[in-house]
């Protein structure tokens, strides 16, 4: 059996939105994708790290923990061998209290692909190829969360492409799920049950082929 690592924050953890509630497995992409690819034959296991809030190389000023270049290296090594590591991240980038852009994201996406890579793993066992994943783009943040996006949709104008850019200067894979799923009308930021199955369908084709 192989195994595939899913890196992300609450988008792939499957936060329904305008709750703190989470969907099944079997409803988020993470699960959708497992499920999908074994009925392939495929014979994998998707071990998901998602964390609410996660950011590239940033820190949330009011929760620790959110450094996703932080501890991802002996993630790396606790889960070695791996077939695979799908990274999403992005979003939270561009929360209200980071003046981050486009372009500040994808540096702080090269240093995760980078920090993947030198991951310290046992001798003989080889770096997993990388799925970089750009998340769909936020629009119009209501709800409870509204005040952690305020100016989101301004500041991550053009990440697609420049997530694109570092996935192919830095050898990985790279999909945008923008290109195939929106965020929620209820919250601006997260997916809808609907979007998840649609995600995950649509990486089975991306997985299959990288798993070759």
């Known amino acids: 059996m192989r195994h595939i ?12 939105p305008t709750t703190r509630k989470r969907l099944n497995f079997e409803e988020r992409w993470p699960g959708v994708l497992e ?3 074994n009925s392939a034959d495929k014979h994998v296991r998707v071990v998901e790290d998602c964390l609410n809030g ?14 996703g270049s932080q501890g991802l ?29 486009a372009w500040l994201s994808a540096q702080g996406l090269a240093v995760i692909i980078n920090t ?3 991951a310290p793993v046992e001798p003989g066992m080889q770096i997993p190829p990388i799925l970089i994943v750009a998340p769909p783009m936020p629009y119009d943040p209501k709800g409870m969360i509204a ?12 990440l697609a492409e420049a997530y694109k850019e570092v996935a192919a200067a830095a050898g ?15 919250d601006g930021v997260h997916l809808d049950a609907d979007q998840h199955l649609i995600l995950g369908w649509e990486l089975v084709g991306v997985v299959s082929s990288i798993l070759k």
Not at 85 to 95: A, I, P, S, T, Y
Not at 172 to 186: K, L, M, P, Q, R
């Open 116 to 118: 993947i890579r030198q």
């Open 54 to 67: 996660r950011r590239t190389v940033w820190e949330d000023p009011f929760k620790p923990g959110r450094n």
């Open 35 to 37: 499920i999908a690819l």
């Open 172 to 186: 990985c894979h790279f999909f945008d799920a923008g290109s195939v799923v929106t965020c929620s009308e209820y």
């Open 73 to 101: 290296a002996q993630r790396i090594e606790t889960l070695t061998p791996l077939s695979l590591v799908v990274v999403m991240l992005g979003v939270n980038d561009f929360q209200s209290m980071h003046q981050n852009n």
């Open 5 to 16: 690592l899913v890196y992300g924050d609450s988008m792939s953890w499957g936060l329904i």
């Open 147 to 158: 005040p952690k996006f305020v100016g989101c949709e301004e500041k991550c104008e053009g």
